[in-house]
Nanobody
């Protein structure tokens, strides 16, 4: 049973920084790709970033390139999303999701959220002055 727990959200002013964490359990962590997706109120869920099971490949949606960094710590079974230069349009519930990077599709379907098999509950990020 794959379990993902997103945390670290909160209120931040425009231009500020925030780091989100995704704790993963129930799988062999280094065999799973992990993606971050976000959904603003009343809007569809969109891909933000994805990291391959090995950590060798990363992917970002154009709007966050140069501002966000995804990473993974295999010793802690945790994936991070470091966010800087935050903008009001970054406001959303951020979800982490997983897909088998060895037997499944990994990050190959990013940025489509429908390609990820396992999902966490999400954490709210609000960027406002």
């Amino acid at each position: 049973d794959v379990q993902l727990q997103a945390s670290g959200g909160g209120l931040v002013q425009p231009g500020g920084s925030l780091t989100l964490s995704c704790a993963v359990s129930g799988v062999t962590f280094d065999e799973y790709a992990i993606g971050w997706f976000r959904q603003a109120p009343g809007k569809e869920r969109d891909g933000v970033s994805c990291i391959s099971h090995s950590g060798k490949s990363t992917y970002y949606t154009n709007s966050v390139k140069g501002r966000f960094t995804i990473s993974r710590d295999d010793a802690k079974n945790t994936v991070y999303l470091q966010m800087s230069s935050l903008e009001p349009e970054d406001t959303a519930v951020y979800y982490c999701a997983a897909d088998d990077g060895v037997l499944g599709r990994g990050c190959s379907t990013f940025p489509r959220h429908s390609g990820m098999k396992h999902w966490g509950q999400g954490t709210l990020v609000t960027v406002s002055s």
